[in-house]
């Protein structure tokens, strides 16, 4: 990645440059950094769920793909980190979006979907998700924690429409129905419809 935005660098004019050089510093120390980082919640509107960054798998990226078969429109990816749900989905064809609440990854997933023609229709917010309104999207993914799910589940009920596609990795949602549910262990992704 360091070599990317070396690369990239190189093609981009002076007013580039400053933010590239304090971006491959930055990506430097991400990788380690930012697996470590839980950010702490401390107002109640944040709820005391602590959703650290830990990257998708490829397993867990091919089980969305799968669980992403025949839909189509726009996507949201639930505390997107890195991006690599959102960029997947947009080499799908999906309008995706990612709601993150870390500055540096939104900032860097900015940065890739700037340098890839393939990923401009992307859009990342730097938002908390559990202000970010889910209903313009009619598929969700979201790589939570346990202790999340519950109340993630509630805000899907509360928002989206009928016939939303829900995808769940590593952690199910307590109550809904999984229509599909693909790969095993902790690459498990779940697929739920909303019937309203
Ligand atoms: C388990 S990681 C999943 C990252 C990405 N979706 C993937 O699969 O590679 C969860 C992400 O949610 C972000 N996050 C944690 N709390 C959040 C919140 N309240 N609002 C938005 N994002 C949040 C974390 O910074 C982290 O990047
Ligand atoms: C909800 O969506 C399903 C398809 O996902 C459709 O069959 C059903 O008629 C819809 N229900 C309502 C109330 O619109």
Redesign the pocket.
Known sequence: MEQLLQNTEDKVPVKFSSIGKTLIYVTGGLGIGVSVIC?PFVSPA?RKVC??????TTEQLAGVTKALSGRCGRLL?V????G??VFTAATLGFKADG????PW?VYYSRIVALFNTRYHNTKFYR????TFDLNPYENIVI?GVEQMMKDFEKKVLEETSNGTVIIA?RFPLPNMKPIETIGHGIDTVWKYVVKK
């Not at 959703?51 to 998708?56: D, H, I, N, S, T």
């Open positions: 950010i944040l959703l650290p960054y830990v990257p998708a990816d505390g997107s980190g890195d690599r749900i709601v993150e609440l870390n990854l938002c908390n998700l559990w790589f990795c």
